[in-house]
């Protein structure tokens, strides 16, 4: 990302990003509500064109303008978001399968094979003709998970996955990113759960106001941030 801009509106919500992520890496995002975060995973994903500046995938510039250019993105990307959105008509396997086979046009035999090993992996084979409403808000945001990582993506986005979360629910779902992380997987996390990004983190990216303000390894941004702005809220969250 270079000298990324984004607006809602009238509003700027990004402006003069400039962040790298290599692959393999797990760079969180954290910072004050309101700060860009979810809207810079917006922007990666397609979901969001910025005014200026570009967003690179193995070198190459996304143009917002090409449907042919944001298949691609979201062909190697995958995104969770905060809320499910899984389809309450269909069963858990279905939810995980529908996406490869209509989207990916994927044979149906591979993909099922595939969705019931990713939904063994976190913790819900058992689950696979329950349906959304009859699972649990943790058990329903793995199935979330199992969905993204169906479609094989190559960098996995997380946006608050835990925050509507009962907090004895919130553990289940952390332990499913810490399996992804020792796997390799590229990941960026927007987290408010400070202690999970400390852990799982290569990098922990601060946002406020739409910018970053600081990169550094987790031990550094958190015990001897270099930014006033950084020291504030790190002290703020650490005095909670």
Do not use: W
Not at 91 to 104: D, E, F, M, Y
Not at 116 to 132: E, F, H, I, Q
Not at 182 to 193: K, R
């Amino acid at each position: 990302m270079a000298e990324l801009k984004a607006n809602y509106g009238p509003v700027t919500v990004l402006e003069s990003i400039n962040l790298e992520v290599a692959k393999g890496e797990i760079v969180s995002l954290i910072g004050p509500s309101g700060s860009g975060k979810s809207t810079l995973l917006r922007v990666i994903m397609g979901l969001l064109p910025p005014i200026s500046g570009e967003v690179r995938v193995d070198g190459v510039p996304i143009d917002y303008a090409s449907r042919k250019s944001l298949r691609e993105v979201r062909r190697r990307c995958a995104v969770v978001f905060q809320q499910y959105n899984l389809f309450q008509n269909m069963t858990v396997l279905r939810n995980v399968t529908v996406a490869p086979i209509k989207i990916q046009n994927r044979p149906a035999a591979e993909v099922e094979a595939d969705a019931r090993r990713l939904l063994a992996r976190v913790g819900l084979s058992d689950k696979l003709d329950a349906y959304p409403d009859q699972l649990s808000g943790g058990q329903q945001q793995r199935v979330a998970i199992a969905r993204a990582l169906a479609l094989k993506p190559e960098i996995l986005l997380l946006d608050e996955v835990t925050s509507a979360l009962d907090p004895e629910l919130v553990n289940e779902v952390l332990d499913t990113i810490r399996m992804l992380a020792a796997e390799g997987m590229t990941m960026l996390i927007v987290s408010h759960e400070m202690a999970f990004v400390r852990e799982v983190s290569s990098k922990v990216v601060f946002m406020a106001d739409g910018h970053v303000v600081e990169v550094a390894p987790p031990a550094d941004l958190f015990d001897a941030p270099k930014k006033e702005r950084t020291r504030d809220f790190v002290g703020k969250i650490l005095r909670h």
